[in-house]
């Protein structure tokens, strides 16, 4: 009989505890929903086109543009080549130097700077000048290439012929001397294209070519040199 009255006293507690606690979850479910209600209701009176840290917004001048979350004015001078335009950084031994080259003699449109450092658009695709001392000269290496003699590392563009020529008359005109002077290499191949090379002043070698058919560019052939 005790053990009896001790069980239906402990079924009872227990019957007492679950009402509580299934009253506690209710209300807290309650509270929740009301949390996630104010929320949702707050959310919808949010404008979809606020400008979120690292976006900007264009002046009326169509020009200057400012970052809201730093409040830098800048102004772009260049878009970004369409799909996915590449990044190379390259040492310099004078930034001032650099800048006449890549700016005045190529027409590159310069975008960020610092006193360490400054990129340029290549058509599209982003170059930076990192000044590496004053000591700087890219040491060569060279490989032959359809009998000329190519230094490497290099980098530079596949452009349209017409632009080659107008390019390379450029060069010509602002004195600069070509390692490989422009001329038809693979003549006749499937991989037929105009080139030329020559040097940025810390002697940083570029090559810009132009394929006589842009869509050989990728062309899989074994080349016999």
Not at 88 to 105: C, M, Q, R
Request: with cysteine; hydrophobic share 35%; net charge neutral.
């Amino acid at each position: 009989m005790v053990f009896l009255r001790v069980s239906v006293a402990a079924l009872s507690a227990f019957s007492c505890f679950a009402r509580e606690s299934g009253c506690a979850r209710r209300v807290v479910s309650s509270r929740l929903a009301k949390r996630s209600l104010v929320s949702k209701a707050n959310r919808s009176f949010l404008p979809l086109n606020i400008p979120r840290g690292g976006d900007a917004v264009e002046s009326s001048s169509g020009e200057s543009k400012r970052h809201l979350s730093s409040k830098i004015d800048y102004v772009k001078h260049a878009n970004p080549a369409p799909g996915s335009p590449f990044h190379l950084a390259l040492p310099v031994h004078d930034l001032e130097i650099a800048k006449e080259f890549y700016g005045n003699v190529l027409g590159c449109a310069e975008g960020r700077s610092s006193e360490k450092w400054q990129d340029y658009s290549l058509n599209g695709h982003q170059i930076v000048c990192h000044w590496a001392g004053n000591d700087y000269r890219c040491t060569d290496y060279y490989n032959p290439v359809d009998g000329d003699e190519i230094p490497v590392p290099h980098f530079g563009l596949a452009m349209t012929e017409e632009e080659f020529h107008a390019l390379a008359d450029r060069l010509k005109k602002a004195g600069i001397n070509f390692i490989v002077e422009p001329h038809l290499r693979f003549k006749g191949q499937p991989g037929e294209q105009w080139t030329m090379f020559f040097k940025d002043p810390s002697g940083n070698n570029l090559e810009f070519k132009a394929m006589t058919n842009i869509e050989n560019l990728f062309a899989k052939y074994n080349v016999v040199d």
